[in-house]
Nanobody, 125 residues
Framework: EVQLVESGGGVVQAGGTLRLSCAAS????????IAWFRQAPGKAREGVSC????????YYGDSVKGRFTISRDNAKNTAYLQMTSLSPEDTAVYYC??????????????????WGNGTQVIVSS
């Protein structure tokens, strides 16, 4: 059974940092790309970032470029999202998912069975 479990969310002040983790099991983690998405109340889901299995190819959405860094540790079957310079606009539920990450975007190829349940991030002003 594929499982992705996000952690590390919480409440942080504007300008602060958070590090999200995505612990994966049930599939060949080191063969697959991982992405982070987010969804704020009343807003469409947004692709934040992805990293390919090669640990080299990455993609960042324009709204987080230069502030967020994605990484992965294949030995631990875990992906991370380091978030800095957080603003209230970053408040959302953050999800990790298995995707295709061609470098120019995020392709949600595998569907809901390859998504985690999310972790809440709240940035206070």
């Amino acid at each position: 059974e594929v499982q992705l479990v996000e952690s590390g969310g919480g409440v942080v002040q504007a300008g602060g940092t958070l590090r999200l983790s995505c612990a994966a099991s049930g599939f060949a983690f080191d063969d697959d790309a991982i992405a982070w998405f987010r969804q704020a109340p009343g807003k469409a889901r947004e692709g934040v970032s992805c990293i390919n299995a090669d640990n080299i190819t990455t993609y960042y959405g324009d709204s987080v470029k230069g502030r967020f860094t994605i990484s992965r540790d294949n030995a631990k079957n875990t992906a991370y999202l380091q978030m800095t310079s957080l603003s209230p606009e970053d408040t959302a539920v953050y999800y990790c998912a298995v995707v295709l990450c061609p470098g120019w975007g995020i392709i949600d190829h595998y569907g809901n069975d390859y998504w985690g349940n999310g972790t809440q991030v709240i940035v206070s002003s």
